[in-house]
């Protein structure tokens, strides 16, 4: 499931299976005002990009459940 924070201009759209691993990097990017979009795997980040999102930077796990990183 999506969700955004509040921030600066850049966008940035967060792929990551491990709970704890979202909320650490999640975390920083906020503390840097950057709106982050994060999802749980890769199907979620092209379903994204299918619906006509666009992020100025995509920070991804190379090892996800349905779609791993470079699948995406």
């Known amino acids: 499931m999506a969700f955004q924070t ?3 201009n850049l966008r940035a759209l ?27 795997n ?7 990009f299918l619906g006509g999102e666009t992020f100025d930077i995509v920070l991804t796990d190379n090892l996800m459940p349905i779609m791993t990183g470079p699948e995406v």
């Open 14 to 40: 967060l792929v990551e299976d491990i709970k704890v691993n979202r909320m650490i990097l999640s975390q920083m990017l906020r503390k840097f005002q950057v709106e982050t979009t994060v999802v749980q």
């Open 6 to 8: 509040q921030g600066s």
């Open 42 to 48: 890769g199907k979620e980040a092209v379903e994204l």
